[in-house]
């Protein structure tokens, strides 16, 4: 090998085993921060979406009863309608 030619085959040798050893203790370092970062975001969106959840399961409860007192408002008008008829017969 010429004289050129060496240093950058003996770097691209050494690089060659470097990424043949695996991650660095920097890269892996990283690869966990990142990884726990992606976990956080992920807990707060399921955090997020129960929350959403909660809430409309509430206001579908709400909903519900505000259904039910209507009803129960109309069948008492309808009975005393009928009442009010009745007595005028």
């Known amino acids: 090998l010429t004289a050129e030619l060496r240093p950058q085959s003996v770097q691209a040798l050494l690089e060659g085993l470097e990424r043949a050893a695996g991650p660095s203790p920097e890269e892996l370092a990283e690869?966990?921060?990142q990884q726990q970062a992606r976990a956080a975001q992920q807990a707060q969106q399921q955090r997020q979406?129960?929350?959403?959840?909660e809430q409309a399961r509430e206001e579908?409860?709400?909903?519900?009863?505000?259904?039910q007192e209507e009803l129960d408002q109309r069948r008492?008008?309808?009975?005393?309608a009928a009442a009010l008829e009745k007595q005028r017969q």
């Open 31 to 33: 690869q966990a921060r």
């Open 49 to 53: 979406a129960a929350l959403a959840a």
């Open 60 to 67: 579908e409860i709400k909903r519900a009863r505000i259904r």
């Open 76 to 80: 008492k008008a309808e009975i005393q």
